[in-house]
């Protein structure tokens, strides 16, 4: 991995709590205060009054909302190594099996799409479990690790003091257009509101260059066990699961192309003798886990 010659840094941005997505551009109009109202046909003072109200209402509670999610995993970033471990226990893997796996799967959709990668985006990279293993598989790529929470920033930059560019993401991700080659996110789109997620989507493909790749992996709602782990994992509580079909349907509505799907993760630890079977299993959608991955057009 390449550290870039400013060395490792972190990035503090100013708070702009109307960032939570598309659907906000209708509060946005109506936070706009009340000349945008009073530009309605309306014939009552009062009509009036309880239009205002609303829209002020919506504005507190986006903020709220905004508030919340950021805080929710800077409450779970010191206890969430040993949470995960507990949650995926039943496999009889440890983390960093599925950090590595996941690493060493993009790189194989990378191979497989005749992509050069020399910058890469880990969008919600929580404590940093990735970063080993983009130092082991990417080692020329120049990676930014980019979170809602800064604590988890925090700990990264503890554990890996190596790791290239921490970014805090507040109401979008701060960087120019088509900065990167690759985006990734594991496990990041279930804690976010369905709601946004072509929001997030629409700005991933942004900062993705032309020609570039996104690549995002998720637990399957349709695995029991899968439910099973993330039901009984305290950081998981507001986690709501995403079918793959859906995901893909949200990617082309953000602009990517050609959206594919590969259902992974089938066989636990004490079955790891069948897991070179899985390459004919990624059409099953019964797998822990699954990617997706779509392209940016030239
Ligand atoms: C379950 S953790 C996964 C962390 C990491 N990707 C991994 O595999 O270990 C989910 C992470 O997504 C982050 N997150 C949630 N919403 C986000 C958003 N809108 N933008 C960036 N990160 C977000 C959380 O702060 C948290 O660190």
Redesign the pocket.
């Given at each position: 991995m390449k550290v870039s010659s400013a060395g490792p840094s972190i990035t503090f941005l100013s708070i702009g709590y109307l960032g939570k997505g598309q659907d906000m551009s209708s509060a946005a109009l109506e936070c706009a205060g009340p000349s945008k109202v009073a530009a309605r046909p309306t014939t009552a003072r009062d009509q009036l009054y309880r239009v205002e109200n609303s829209a002020r209402q919506n504005c507190a509670d986006l903020a709220r909302d905004f508030d919340m999610?950021?805080a929710?995993?800077?409450r779970?970033?010191d206890e969430?190594q040993d949470q995960?471990r507990q949650s995926i226990s039943i496999t009889g893997e440890f983390?960093e099996y599925?950090?590595e796996y996941?690493i060493r799967k993009l790189k194989k959709i990378i191979t497989h799409n005749n992509l050069t990668v020399f910058t890469i985006c880990?969008?919600?990279?929580?404590?940093?479990?990735?970063i080993p293993f983009f130092q082991k598989h990417f080692p020329n790529a120049v990676l930014t690790s980019?979170?809602?929470?800064q604590r988890?920033l925090e700990l990264s930059r503890v554990h890996y003091p190596s790791a290239d560019h921490l970014l805090v993401?507040e109401n979008n991700?701060p960087v120019k257009d088509y900065s990167f080659d690759v985006t990734f996110?594991?496990?990041?789109f279930?804690?976010?509101p369905s709601a946004?997620h072509v929001f997030?989507l629409r700005e991933l493909h942004r900062v993705t260059r032309p020609g570039g790749l996104i690549a995002i992996?998720e637990h399957n709602a349709l695995n029991p066990l899968t439910v099973r782990a993330v039901n009984s994992c305290p950081?998981?509580v507001n986690?709501k699961l995403i079918l793959a079909t859906d995901l893909l349907r949200r990617l082309l509505d953000a602009g990517w192309t050609a959206p594919t799907v590969q259902y992974n993760v089938f066989f636990p630890r004490a079955l790891a003798l069948l897991r070179p079977a899985e390459k004919y299993l990624h059409w099953l959608p019964l797998g822990a886990q699954y990617v997706v991955f779509a392209r940016k057009g030239s």
């Open positions: 999610d950021k929710e995993f800077d779970f970033a969430y995960h983390p599925f950090s996941k880990d969008f919600g990279s929580g404590i940093g479990n990735s980019a979170d809602v929470s988890s993401i991700i996110s594991a496990c990041v279930h804690h976010i946004e997030w992996f950081f998981d986690a």
